[in-house]
């Protein structure tokens, strides 16, 4: 059996540049490797439903900013399958059967689902889609006999959750699931990109996201707003690195390419770094090279994504077509299932022959 990409993201709103290094970078960087026979990149409506379920319309408005950002950042129709999760109901039946594979203790547990829950302040009110959102995930990803799974270090526990769902459907009712290899970003700053502000998790609700769709001006604002060491106070202070969000973003953007550009004094980040660590350099300076390097990086994603605006049936048409295609795989599979679990009735000839015999030697 060929390989297998599977990806998405729930539609949020504008996608900012922690989605940018912490998966769309790569996605793109894997779709023209030629490693895969099929690239699968979806749209989780149904999940973003979950804990907007008085809200559709905020969901609705959403994916086409979603699929705007993918295309502008270079993810090919002609090589990925771009789709909308609710546009292919196998998903919704494959949650279904998953669901007595999984107790409720087991999805308790779960690290993501804890802290996704404390975040949204849901305590005992949980709304059980969301509660079971680890299944509804494992039904995506196996949907599509999915071999590879580049996500982000924080959804590591929802990926073991589909192993686990994997394993024990195929211990169950015999070999039929494939189990996903999860593929983690290769930059170890763009694991979890943090907020402007310093704080670990990069939020729309914290607002110290930068997006990228967002105006040069904007871009230059944040970065120059931007969390850096607290101790550094006058320019010959030594200063820390750790937990220094400019450099952490430095880490993430940085190439070669553009100290001769932008910042000629230094031939590499290391330089940068080391007289940083000893004093003498002042923040401004690192920050105003950062804003250098960050414009470089998103211009061209900003540019592909107005000339995709000015068509927007078409992008449309893209995800129709996706998802129509994206279907098709996710019934084969379900076929496979349901005759696995033998509630393929009407399919199964041999089932219907026995039956007929049993009764007529009755």
């Known amino acids: 059996m060929g390989k297998t990409m599977l990806t998405g993201d729930r539609p949020t709103g504008r996608l900012h540049v922690g989605h940018y290094v912490g998966s769309l970078r790569r996605r793109v960087e894997l779709q023209e490797s030629g490693g895969f026979d099929d690239i699968f990149i979806m749209i989780a409506d149904a999940q973003a439903l979950t ?3 008085d809200n559709p319309e905020k969901v609705r408005q959403n994916i086409i900013e979603v699929a705007l950002d993918y295309l502008a950042c270079g993810l090919d129709p002609e090589k990925s399958t771009l789709f909308i999760q609710s546009q292919v109901p196998e998903l919704c039946e494959l949650s279904f059967y998953y669901m007595n594979l999984v107790t409720v203790s ?3 547990r779960n690290p993501t689902v804890k802290s996704e829950i404390q975040m949204r302040n849901f305590e005992a009110s949980i709304p059980v889609g969301f509660f079971t959102y680890p299944i509804s995930q494992a039904a995506d990803i196996t949907a599509f006999q999915a071999t590879t799974v580049p996500v982000g270090e924080d959804q590591l ?13 195929n211990s169950v009712y015999g070999d039929t699931l ?3 290899e999860i593929l983690l970003p290769d930059n170890q700053a763009c694991m979890r990109l943090p907020g402007i502000d310093g704080k670990a998790k990069m939020s729309k609700s914290l ?3 930068i ?4 105006e040069p001006e904007e871009i230059k604002q944040k970065v120059f707003s931007m969390f850096t060491d607290p101790t550094h106070i006058r320019i010959e202070d030594p200063g820390k690195l750790e937990g220094n969000t400019v450099f952490t973003y430095l880490d993430a953007f940085c190439r070669p390419e553009y100290f001769p550009e932008f910042l000629p004094d230094y031939t590499s980040l290391d330089e940068l770094k080391s007289h940083y660590k000893r004093g003498g350099l002042g923040d401004m300076k690192v920050k105003r090279f950062l804003n250098a390097v960050l414009q470089a990086e998103l211009e061209p994603i900003r540019k592909r994504r107005k000339e995709y605006q000015k068509d927007i049936p078409y992008v449309y048409e893209i995800l129709r077509k996706g998802s129509e295609k994206a279907e098709k795989r996710a019934a084969e599979t379900l076929q496979n299932v349901k005759a696995a679990m033998k509630i393929n009735y009407f399919d199964d000839a041999e089932l219907i022959s026995s039956q007929a015999e049993r009764f007529q030697n009755q």
């Open 207 to 209: 607002n110290n996201c």
């Open 178 to 180: 494939v189990e996903p």
């Open 106 to 108: 087991r999805l308790q």
């Open 211 to 214: 997006y990228l769709s967002e």
């Open 157 to 169: 526990p929802m990926l073991e959750q589909t192993k686990e769902i994997v394993r024990k459907f």
């Open 51 to 53: 804990d907007n379920a």
